[in-house]
Every structure is written in C-alpha cells, then in structure tokens.
Nanobody, 114 residues
Framework: VQLVESGGGLVQAGESLRLSCAASGNIVDIGIMEWFRQAPGKQREWVTSIFPDHSTNYRDSVKGRFTTSRDDAKNTLHLQINSLEPEDTAVYYC?????????WGQGTQVTVSS
C-alpha cells in the first residue's frame, strides 16, 4: 500500500491550504484515516482522525480551523486547513489502517510565514 500526500506549500498566516492523500496498492479494508504533523525539532504529533463512519476527532489547537474528509470510493483523504498560523508549520503525514496494518505517507511540507 502506498500513500502519496500533496497540497503542501508556502503560505502567509491567515491563508488556507487543502492537503490530499491518495492510497493505492493492495487496499483491502481501510479503517481509520489520520493526519499527523512534525514541526522542526519536535516530535510527530497527531492532528485528526476520521473513522469509517466519517466521524472525526481533532486536536484542540486545530479545532475550528482544520476539516478532514475522506472519499472511500477513491481511497483518498483530505485536510482543509483554514486560518493558517506560523505554529502550523510542519511536515504533514497521512496514515491509514488497512486490513489491520498501519501505513504512512512520505509527508508534505506546510510552511506558514507571519
């Protein structure tokens, strides 16, 4: 299974980005789909989860600004990020559980200038 993220970039504070993650390969049964991020010099942290029933959870610092969605027909995951802050600067990784196994993407860089 391969995960490929896209949509990162350099933006100014207050702007928006839409990240995508496309899963391919031996897709059997995708359960939870998640976004993580890792800022320079910090540990990777969980950002948001979306479950097969499309229910979602978010870390407190992104609630109201981040929206995750999934397209099960296309095996894709999205993250709409609004009102970006410099503190959101990080490499964003998607991760899925497929047939009980966790997979990771290679990450996409999001840089927010003040």
């Amino acid at each position: 299974v391969q995960l490929v993220e896209s949509g990162g970039g350099l933006v100014q504070a207050g702007e928006s980005l839409r990240l995508s993650c496309a899963a391919s390969g031996n897709i059997v049964d995708i359960g939870i789909m998640e976004w993580f991020r890792q800022a320079p010099g910090k540990q990777r942290e969980w950002v948001t989860s979306i479950f097969p029933d499309h229910s979602t959870n978010y870390r407190d610092s992104v609630k109201g600004r981040f929206t995750t969605s999934r397209d099960d027909a296309k095996n894709t995951l999205h993250l709409q990020i609004n009102s970006l802050e410099p503190e959101d600067t990080a490499v964003y990784y998607c991760s899925i559980i497929n047939d009980g196994i966790r997979y990771w993407g290679q990450g996409t860089q999001v840089t927010v200038s003040s």
